[in-house]
């Protein structure tokens, strides 16, 4: 399954384009709408990230998310102090890359790592990238409840982080309101809910993000604290070389 969500994004991860509805779309056309709605605005973003383990030990961070479309996103870390300058990029066709101080140098992430836990968070570096749903998964069950579209889908391809996903989407918003995901084994695996949505110009915001790790008991929450829009982004944000900075 190409790149998870988030969301972040985040968002998965966070972004809404301009939502539409119609009673006779398809699940391929919801999960395509879905895709559009996650990265349809240029966007600036602070986030606050809370790490809880299943001892109740909790760390908090902040992030600052560039996003633009064509699936360019930047993630640099502003704080705390021992992963503050820490860099993520990610570009079209699934190159992704982090930079770490202690390092002093960029480096690709290689494609066999891509599901594993970004920075020890619940998301992992295909999910922090963007995910995209649709064209990477066979629908196995589509129905409609409510103000709903409930959706399940298997991987496409064998080698996806996930086996099978099981979503909840609004109508309205075209936001996953949750995402069920299994692992290999067929195995609950995760749990990711999208809430306190609200509408800023033309674009639906889930502002708050929470990944569960059922099998771990642990869990990640990205809480937005600023949003603004920039139709003029550079591209020069998503470099390498700015990466560093």
């Known amino acids: 399954m190409k790149k998870i969500y988030i969301a972040i994004l985040l968002a998965g991860l966070l972004m809404a384009g301009t939502a539409g509805f119609s009673s006779a779309m398809t699940a391929d056309e ?11 605005s240029n966007q600036v973003a602070v986030l606050s ?42 570009l079209p066709g699934d190159e992704m890359y982090i930079y770490m101080p202690a390092l002093g140098k960029v480096r690709r992430i290689a494609s066999h ?30 129905t409609e409840e409510g103000g709903k579209y409930l959706i399940e889908v298997t991987a496409a391809k064998k080698d996806a982080t996930y086996s099978r996903l099981k979503l909840i989407i609004d109508k309205n918003t075209f936001i996953a309101d949750k995402i069920e995901f299994f692992d290999k084994a067929g195995r609950p695996f995760k749990t990711m809910t999208n809430s306190n949505v609200e509408k800023i110009g033309d674009s ?39 990466l560093q900075k």
């Open 30 to 40: 919801v999960l395509d709408k879905m895709d559009q709605t996650m990265e349809h």
């Open 49 to 90: 990230m809370t790490l809880t383990d299943k001892k109740g030990i909790v760390q908090n961070r902040e992030i600052k998310m560039f996003q633009k479309e064509g699936g360019k996103r930047l993630i640099k870390f502003l704080k705390p102090a021992d992963v503050k300058g820490t860099g993520f990029l990610s």
């Open 113 to 142: 790592v891509k599901n594993q836990s970004f920075m020890g968070t619940d998301f992992s570096y295909d999910d922090m990238g963007g995910e995209q749903y649709s064209g990477s998964s066979k629908t196995t069950s589509f």
């Open 204 to 242: 639906w915001v889930s502002k708050e993000i929470k990944m569960v790790n059922v099998q771990e008991g642990h869990t990640t929450v990205l809480k937005m604290t600023d949003i603004s829009f920039d139709s003029e982004l550079s591209d020069d944000i998503f470099t390498q070389r700015n």
